[in-house]
């Protein structure tokens, strides 16, 4: 089991200072990367993970402008971060900015190795449109049967 499932209520304080579920930080280590994210939050990767994704990414050709654009988005929008001894790290505040996170903040595990950090009433307004069943039949549609 990877660790990085569940979802937690945190908060962000004033400096960007953000508590890390512990059962997080013992999959992830005392540092890890932290990225913008696709809709509008930020992902969570293991160094090793990161470091893969980066070597996927530099086997992409630049010539493609929406290449360079990712590579951008992602290289520009990650940072990486060390667990003081309360168990927070420092959000910069570029990620901040990009995810509009405000005080009340949820990290929610992705099931495949990766985490997220979301405003806590983006989050809240993203579930609202989930239809399980809609994603389910497509899952099934894959080839992957729940």
């Given at each position: 089991m990877t660790?990085?499932?569940?979802e ?23 540092s ?5 994210g ?7 990767y ?7 994704f ?7 050709n ?33 990620l ?10 949820t990290?929610v ?6 985490a ?31």
């Amino acid at each position: 089991m990877t660790g990085l499932i569940g979802e937690y209520n945190r908060t962000i304080d004033a400096k960007g200072r953000m508590s890390v579920p512990s059962k997080f930080t013992a999959v992830l280590g005392d540092s890890f990367v932290i990225s913008r994210g696709l809709d509008g939050c930020l992902v969570i990767y293991t160094i090793e993970d990161w470091e893969e994704f980066n070597e996927k990414m530099s086997k992409l050709n630049a010539a493609d402008r929406t290449v360079r654009e990712l590579k951008r988005f992602f290289g520009a929008g990650a940072a990486q971060v060390d667990v003081d001894d309360h168990g927070r790290i420092l959000v910069p505040a570029n990620l901040i900015k990009h995810a509009g996170l405000t005080k009340d903040v949820t990290i929610v595990g992705t099931a495949d190795g990766r985490a997220e950090v979301w405003d806590t009433a983006r989050w809240n307004a993203c579930n609202e449109d989930i239809n399980p069943e809609e994603a389910a039949q497509s899952l099934f549609e894959k080839g992957i049967v729940l």
